[in-house]
């Protein structure tokens, strides 16, 4: 058997960081795997989609339940409008203002989501492969243009290995794949479809504070904007945006990262701020909640200068 050099390579290459955070599972992603897992088998027996590639296709684009469109629209694969009918939500993702889907419960967007792949020509090809073949899954999901991400394939797949979800994969006897051959408990089945399962209540990786309003997690051993960014359903360069850091910048350990949009002044409650030894322009940004363009403009201070010790600063 001729082996693919690169194809073993790459992943790794690609994910270094997000490897790094896989040594202490996500609560959150564990919560969600509980409470889902017997749906996603349920949609392996109705329509032959792995549980595996439903669960993890949930958890990445949900942020395990946790993302914006989760929450207000039980959206949990990031599904966009197009041929939709039924009723929508805008949320900035590549472009600004785009049209995502929205449901009453998490079942429908489950159910929806299968709808898609089955009734769309181009994933029809992904339906030929064995049900438990979770990476032919993945790449041909990639391959078939669902996500623009170029590395999606391989995050689906580290997410199923590292969360053990091909054990919820239901096999085959042989390569003719019947829904007979799936068993699955009638009351389970019923209970599932039945509940709203409007949300879950999950703990994510992060304790999420807030300052000026805008909310923010600190990070922790292992951390990376790519992984941070992952878990709480954001692209890595929104995250750096907000956090007024370039694509070069690494994350290190205890450091304040906001997950939105700084503000353009403080708290009423701090219209100054005396410059101490050791802070810097962006240090204080961060203290407070401001894009460091405001705190510069609010000072009239020109870009190339950074802090001086004693000086004080208007942060309103």
């Known amino acids: 058997m001729k082996v693919n050099i690169k194809k073993l390579i790459l992943p790794s290459l690609l994910f270094v960081s997000f490897l790094a955070t896989s040594q202490n599972l996500s609560k959150a992603y564990l919560l969600y795997i509980d409470q889902y897992y017997k749906l996603a088998q349920i949609q392996q027996k109705l329509h032959r989609i792995p549980p595996s590639i439903i669960l993890a296709q949930g958890l990445l684009e949900s942020g395990a339940g946790q993302g914006v469109l989760a929450k207000t629209a039980n959206n949990h694969f990031g599904i966009k409008c197009s ?16 049209c995502f889907r929205k449901y009453n419960k998490v079942i ?53 290995e590292n969360y053990d979800l091909h054990k ?110 050791g802070e810097s322009m962006f240090s204080i940004s961060q203290d407070y909640g401001i894009k460091v363009v405001r705190l510069y403009v609010l000072n009239n201070m020109p870009f190339e200068n950074g802090a001086q010790y004693g000086k004080i600063l208007v942060l309103r």
């Open 168 to 277: 919820y994969d239901l096999a085959q006897k042989d390569d003719n794949y019947s829904n007979n051959e799936i068993s699955i408990d009638k009351s389970t089945e019923k209970s599932v479809t039945n509940n709203p399962i409007g949300s879950i209540v999950a703990f994510v990786n992060h304790e999420v504070k807030k300052v000026n309003g805008v909310k923010f997690v600190t990070s922790l051993s292992g951390d990376s904007y790519l992984s941070i960014a992952d878990e709480f359903n954001i692209s890595e360069k929104r995250l750096r945006k907000y956090n007024d850091v370039s694509a070069s910048n690494r994350l290190t350990i205890g450091k304040r990262v906001f997950i939105g949009a700084k503000k353009d002044k403080a708290p009423k409650e701090n219209p100054t701020h005396v410059i101490k030894v």
């Open 108 to 160: 429908d967007s489950y159910e929806d989501h299968s709808a898609f792949l089955i009734t769309r020509s181009r994933y029809s090809f992904l339906f030929d492969l064995k049900p438990t073949d979770y990476e032919g899954w993945a790449f041909g999901l990639k391959k078939a243009g669902y996500a623009t991400d170029p590395t999606y394939a391989y995050k689906l797949i580290t997410i199923i």
């Open 83 to 98: 041929d939709w009918k039924g009723e929508k939500t805008y949320y900035d993702d590549d472009e600004k203002g785009e």
